[in-house]
């Protein structure tokens, strides 16, 4: 293997990952951070890239990126707006954090910023937390980290558990306290402002390694604590009261966490995957309909790819796009420990799971696309702009495996 093709491959090989974070934007779907697995050991991902895959042709590009970069993170969040990536929080080599840093991706050379000189109350630090993007703010949810003990003092109980504490000193603080929360905390780019709404109503329990996500103007939380069946709750992020959904127990999808949820129309949401509370990597797909207040189990052809710390985002005609993630995590579990399974196996495929019909043009682009060689002399009659779209679908159907081409 000469030097470029070794080059490649290892790119490639970096495709493969857990715990990151990704987004679509023009049907392009953005990926950064996150780790594999090599020798038994953890390996968190370049901070100086991103990959973007054309969901059109399947083709992956690698972009660099420079500047104030973050250090290497686990338990991140990331977010984008109006052009602008988020990573906020997480655990770096020396431990948790929350320093939030940008870039923006509009611009031709992705320089990484450290966000300083911030407003208000910084949320402490903090990982496997989410964050739902609305009105132009970037809102907060949960997760796990530390806090002082003045600061567990000024904390309600039921908005912050604590789980272990730390009697070493670190300069002026005699020790710490970890656990889970349930705060919501918002911050505002235009004017760089932290604040800590009052929320009203059955807020859910701390955690961390749930599900989230934004449907209208309502945020949706899910799992992430050892309870038999999946909970449901959402927050009404313009008058800040949660609801907690009262869900019959007779066909609820199983306790989980580290899933995937994707609204996929006005009133249901998409669950995927994940840890469940007997420690197996699920494959099992749901739908929950807000009008009914039920669940409904999906057949669906990915029964062959379990995930768990895996993407799902809402693609193309309401696709719900799956990267990454891995798909055999097992947790080994004695009356002592809990242990995770030595052996995992990183995935770097994309697959998609269809929510609602194809429109007509879909339909017709698809099939011409999977039978280019009949259409050969048809193609050459299209105007450029669709026949550059033809032949990204030819790509994608003919191409079962990753290909860069950057």
Not at 59 to 73: A, C, I, Q, S, V
Not at 107 to 134: A, F, I, L
Not at 230 to 244: A, I, S
Not at 264 to 274: A, R
């Amino acid at each position: 293997m000469d030097a470029a093709a070794a080059e490649r491959s290892a790119a490639e090989s970096r495709l493969e990952r857990c715990s990151h974070t990704a987004f679509i934007e023009d049907n392009t779907l953005y990926v950064w951070g996150g780790y594999k697995v090599v020798g038994g050991e953890d390996i968190v991902l370049p901070s100086d890239e991103i990959w973007l895959c054309d969901l059109d042709s399947g083709m992956w590009e690698m972009r660099d990126m420079n500047g104030d970069r973050p250090p290497d993170l686990s338990g991140f969040c990331g977010s984008y707006l109006n052009g602008t990536f988020y990573i906020f929080a997480g655990c770096d080599p020396v431990g948790y954090t929350n320093q939030m840093f940008s870039v923006d991706l509009t611009e031709q050379s992705c320089m990484w910023k450290k966000v300083t000189d911030t407003k208000g109350t910084t949320p402490s630090p903090r990982n496997k937390h989410s964050c739902w993007v609305y009105r132009d703010r970037l809102i907060y949810f949960g997760g796990y980290g530390c806090k002082t003990i003045g600061q567990v003092q000024n904390t309600p109980s039921s908005s912050f558990v604590v789980e272990e504490m730390s009697w070493a000193t670190i300069g002026d603080i005699l020790f710490r306290c970890w656990g889970w929360n349930n705060e919501v905390s918002v911050y505002e780019p235009h004017t760089a402002m932290w604040s800590m709404p009052e929320t009203r109503g059955p807020a859910p329990a701390p955690r961390g390694c749930h599900a989230s996500t934004l449907l209208g103007n309502k945020g949706y939380i899910s799992g992430g604590v050892e309870t038999a069946e999946l909970d449901m709750y959402c927050l009404d992020l313009d008058t800040w009261t949660w609801t907690q959904f009262d869900i019959s127990s007779s066909c609820s999808p199983l306790g989980r966490s580290m899933f995937t949820m994707t609204p996929t129309s006005d009133n249901t949401l998409f669950i995927y995957g994940g840890l469940g509370t007997d420690g197996n990597t699920l494959n099992d797909a749901w739908q929950f309909n807000m009008q009914k207040k039920e669940w409904k189990e999906i057949t669906h052809q990915h029964k062959d790819k379990p995930r768990v710390c895996h993407t799902a985002c809402l693609g193309r005609d309401n696709d719900v796009v799956v990267f990454g993630g891995s798909s055999n995590m097992c947790l080994l579990m004695d009356s002592v420990t809990v242990l995770r399974a030595p052996s995992q196996n990183q995935c770097r495929d994309v697959f998609m799971f269809q929510t609602q019909p194809y429109s007509l043009f879909r339909l017709c682009e698809d099939l011409i696309a999977k039978n280019s060689e009949v259409f050969e002399e048809q193609l050459t009659w299209l105007p450029s702009k669709l026949r550059n779209k033809i032949d990204k679908r030819v790509a994608f159907f003919s191409s079962t495996n990753p290909v860069l081409t950057a």
